[in-house]
């Protein structure tokens, strides 16, 4: 038969389930099982004051709120534990460089996603596998097990806390450049030592290092040296050989006529022109030499080893020939003739500069001596480059101390009373020298901007004398005026003479510009253009020295011209040779045919200015008259002058 009691009744106590009669005990009792049974610590239990039971109670709880305290504090720990970890392990996932963790062994602990990319292959197939027998090339395996085992503490190999650059492979035979910074994973017991690998990719780095390096060091057109690389390597050079008592040597190379193949063929046929010479000079070097391209159509050949002149002159030698080849550019073939300067310091102790110097000199000379050859530095070639230097000091201070001057000398047509015009002609009186001669100043001037100073002067004065003349009421005749190729493809060359027109107020007509066949060899379409503007102020132009050049006719056709001026070179023989008769004749004939005034220069003589009358020429230079000061010339032009 059932009790009648049930069992909670029973574990309760008949007082407290049928009389609901309590005890503090009971009660505390209660509310600990309670605790027990829900894990719920959050209310303390009951605590009756003054009691024996009280007292368990209060010393209860205080242990309870300890336990809570810690077990809350660990839980925090934890949970700031696991938080530190996912910022970790998402900081290894997305992390752009490698981190590989390996034991005291070289056992591969942890293998991020970038290391997975970087050596091509996934966590679980090398987990557990040695890091150096899988990425350490064979040849420094030995050397990183001893670095592994030494805690990465030797100079020899990796080590710890610090960038090492090296060579990791992805698989036999494909390496790649890295770097390798090592930490300490945990710092106790060394038998169980981990280490963390942070190695960074270094494949793209180097590249970029190599580029910058070529951009900085290299011409990026042909691909040789660039100076900066040159002047690093000849400091170097002369600083070995002056320990070692050997010589270095330079060969300083300029293309011969390249601008007239730049400008007629265009800059791109220029550039294959320029990579084309840059392949023939590494053709002809060995592996000691450098070639650099110095700059526009100018290298530089440096030699270091065996360095004697005869090797030098054999090497040069060499260049030239490979230079005289045909090249083949547009569909049409051309040569490439070369000035090559030679210097080299023997026993001399010279720095780079000064030897640079030198072989341009020396360059410079062999563009004197007919081009397409080789010279080697002299001190005589210093000291007419120092004399050169001096002479456009000495110009500059002749047009600032008016000791320039000008003579005319008469145009007649057939008779001495018949004069047309004047050619104006400078003449330098120095202070100290005397006369110099136009042949002596005037090609310095050309290689420099004086030579359009000197332009201008000779135009500002030749005007100015043309208006003293107006003004005394004389009848004055067309003034001719020599100018420079450079100053002719100028862009002010036009304003300028517009405004000393305007400034003297003299008309167009009595101005005659003439320039030499030469210069039509630089730039034809800038001639073209600007001999139009020229001629829009109703100026003449004429073609000095006409046959001494190298033309095409076809330029004739083109060029505004009015008046083809036969050379004296000519005209001095041509009564008394046939070949030369023949010339001034074909001349002749091709001014008519393009209806041209012809003039000839230089005649002296009575035999000479008849041939050229019969071969139809009637307007002379030099016949009756030599250049006179402008006080002469004024007495002439009292007479009416012949209009032609």
Known sequence: MPLRASREQEEQGLNVAEHRATTELFDLLTSMQYQQNNADFSKPVPEEPFTEVGQIARKYNQVIDRVSTEIAQRDDALMRFQESEMRKSAILNSSMDCIVTINRFGSVMEFNPAAERTFGCLKKQVEGKSFIGLFIREEDRKKIFESLNSG???????????????????SPNNDFPAEIAITKANADSAQESEYTLHIRDMTRHVKLQE????????????????????????????????????????????????????DTLGHKAGDELLCEVARRLISVSDQFDVIARW???????????????????????????????????????????TSIGIAYTGEQSLDADKLIQQADIAMYWAKEKGRDNAQFFTPEMSNIVTKKFGFEKEINDALASEQFS????????????????????????HPTKGLISPADFIPIAEESNLIIKIDEWVIDQALQQQKAWRDQGLHIVPIAVNLSGRHLVSDFLVAYISQKLNVYGIEGSLLEIEITEGVLLQDIQRC???????????????VDDFGTGYSSLSYLKRLPLDILKIDQSFVEECDRHTEDTKICETIIHLARS????????GVETAPQAEMLKSLGCEIFQGYYYKPMISSDIAKLLIVDPVVC
């Not at 691909?223 to 320990?243: E, I, Q």
């Not at 005319?408 to 009186?429: C, H, S, T, Y």
């Open 152 to 170: 990465f503490s030797t100079s020899n190999g990796l080590i710890l806390n610090r960038r090492n650059p090296f060579r990791l492979q992805r």
């Open 211 to 262: 580029r910058l390096k070529f951009l900085a060091y290299s011409d990026p057109l042909t691909s040789l040296y660039n100076r900066t690389y040159l002047m690093d390597s000849l400091v170097s050079a002369l600083l070995f050989a002056t320990k070692q008592k050997t010589s270095v040597g330079l060969l300083f190379l300029d293309l011969d006529n390249f601008k007239i193949i730049n």
């Open 295 to 337: 700059g526009g159509d100018e290298f530089v050949f440096m030699m270091t080893e065996d360095v004697t002149e005869s090797r030098l002159a054999k090497r040069a030698q060499q260049i030239l020939e490979a230079m005289r080849a045909p090249v083949h550019l547009n569909e049409q073939y051309f040569t490439i003739p």
């Open 406 to 429: 000008l003579v005319f000398q008469p145009k007649v047509f057939m008779e001495k009373d018949n004069i047309l015009g004047l050619e104006a002609l400078i003449r330098w009186n």
């Open 528 to 542: 073209i253009e600007v001999m139009a503007e020229l001629k829009a102020l109703d100026i003449r132009i004429s």
């Open 594 to 601: 393009l209806e041209l005034v012809i003039v000839a220069e």
